[in-house]
């Protein structure tokens, strides 16, 4: 009970202290930054993999996760940008486009630091290292799992057919569980990381779970249900010629939100644990 009315808290304080207005700066630098980032993955591909064809099947499989409408808006842009651009990863190009890529990180990592009600005392540079090391992070656990699916089908058939580890290597690396759960994981491991190490203060495991676990249920049925209210609704009545950008920029600001609900939802629950162990002897004093 106590925790159904610390997660009512937690919408209305996600209203009180302007959550929806930073969700939609989360979402614009996200759409800002996504491109860029694109570029960078491809870039990545080809410095230490020598394949940039790898980061347009990450991209891909990206794209694979989000609600359809969303990724067939977003998928051609950042196939045909990632097509024509081209950057040398450690020139001054390459620093700009991956200074561009940190926007969304950046952007989030403000937001955050209002959930959890607390100043950033980090130096700048300090804090843009992070995020930068987010950045690189994630395009390289992009990389890694686009390899394996790739690679997995060929390591199999090298192996003996007798080995039990073969069924593993198998046919389950090109499946689409395969795909989602990999995404899924990706996705727990950088909001466990997000909530940890990004946001100003110190956490642990066991005090962002709650937040963590609640973002990732809720993402997985806000994507079902706005791809079906999409097929429901028509946003050309709203928007006309940029009803495609506003799918993708309404999806990204609900992601937002759903985050920065985590977040308060642990700072509630936080605050309800120091509560507790605050004793009446030290509330008298």
């Keep these: 009970m106590k925790r159904t009315t610390t997660l009512i808290e937690a919408i209305y304080r996600l209203y009180e202290h302007s959550g929806f207005a930073m969700a939609g700066a989360v979402a614009f630098s996200f759409i800002v930054s996504l491109f860029p980032f694109c570029i960078f993955l491809g870039a990545l591909a080809s410095l230490f993999i020598g394949s940039p064809e790898l980061a347009n099947q990450a991209v891909e499989q990206l794209f694979q996760i989000l609600p359809k409408q969303v990724a067939e808006v977003l998928a051609p842009q950042a196939h045909d940008i990632m097509a024509q651009s081209r950057i040398d990863l450690v020139g001054i190009s390459g620093v700009i486009t991956l200074f561009f890529a940190t926007s969304a990180i950046e952007t989030l990592r403000s937001a ?147 985050i920065i609900l985590g977040a308060e939802l642990n700072r509630g629950l936080s605050e309800l644990k120091k509560m507790r162990n605050t004793s009446p002897m030290s509330v008298a004093a």
């Design 112 to 258: 955050l630091n209002g959930a959890y009600r607390v100043q950033e005392n980090r130096p700048y540079w300090l804090s843009l290292l992070v995020s930068t090391t987010f950045v690189l992070a994630t395009a390289c656990a992009m990389l890694f799992l686009t390899w394996a699916v790739i690679a997995g089908p060929g390591f199999a058939a090298s192996l003996s057919p007798s080995l039990p580890i073969r069924r593993i290597f198998d046919s389950s690396w090109i499946s689409t569980y395969t795909r989602y759960a990999s995404s899924a994981l990706v996705m727990v491991s950088l909001l466990f990381a997000i909530h940890i190490w990004l946001v100003a203060g110190k956490r642990t495991l066991a005090s962002v779970w709650p937040g963590v676990l609640l973002s990732a249920a809720l993402w997985l049925a806000s994507a079902a249900l706005y791809s079906r209210y999409l097929d429901l609704s028509d946003y050309t009545r709203f928007y006309a010629g940029l009803s495609q950008l506003m799918i993708a920029m309404i999806y990204f600001q609900w992601t937002a939100i759903i």
